[in-house]
C-alpha cells in the first residue's frame, strides 16, 4: 500500500499546454510538498501546503499552481509549458512542517518532458 | 535559511566504510539534521536522523559534533547497492514556517 502516490509516472507534451500531476498520501500527514529535480539533481523545493494553507512558496513562475482538495491530496498544475520546465517533480508529506524532527516520505516522482 | 554543503561525490569499494559530511553553519538550534538516500528513478527515502552527538539504526550511523555545524553520516560496509545519491537535510524556518531544504547532495559509488 503506498504512502505517497503520484501519478502519472511520465508525461510527455508539447510546449504551451496545461497539465497537471496529482498527488495522494494515505498517511494522515498534515503538510504535502512538491519538490522539482533537474537534470543535475538538484532538489528544490517549489511548494509546500499544511492544512490546506499554502505556506511557503518559492520563487516559482506564476505558471505553476498546487491545488489541495483535501489534506491527503496535492495535485501540481502547470500552464503554459515550456521546455525548461522538463525536469522529476516529486511530492512529498510530512506529519508537521513546524515539527523539528519531521521525516518526509516521497512518492516515486514525475518525469515530465517538454517536447 | 540553513544551508548545506556536501561532497558532489565519492568513490569507495565494497566492504569499506564511507564517511559522509555535511556542513551547515546556519543550522537554527531546534532544528535536526535528516540524511535521506535517493536511488535512480526514485524518490528520495529516510535514513537517518539526529539532534546532537550520535545516532545509530540498522543502516547508519550520524555523528554530530557539539557545535552542530556539521554531521557526518556513516555508512558501515557499504555493498554495491548503496550506491545513490545521498542528501543532508536541515530544517529551515521562514517566519512560522518550516522549510525542508535539502543539499545538493553527495554520489556515492561503490565499485566492486
Redesign the interface.
Known sequence: DTAVSQTPKYLVTQMGNDKSIKCEQNLGHDTMYWYKQDSKKFLKIMFSYNNKELIINETVPNRFSPKSPDKAHLNLHINSLELGDSAVYFCASSQDVNMPNTEAFFGQGTRLTVV | LAKTTQPISMDSYEGQEVNITCSHNNIAT???I?W?QQFP??????II?G?KTKVTNEVASLFIPADRKSSTLSLPRVSLSDTA?Y?CLV?AR?G???????G??T?LTVLP
Open positions: 531546534n532544528d535536526y535528516t535521506y528513478s526514485q524518490g528520495p527515502r529516510f536522523q539532534y545519491v542528501y530544517g521562514t512560522s514556517a518550516r522549510q525542508l531544504t535539502f545538493s547532495g554520489q
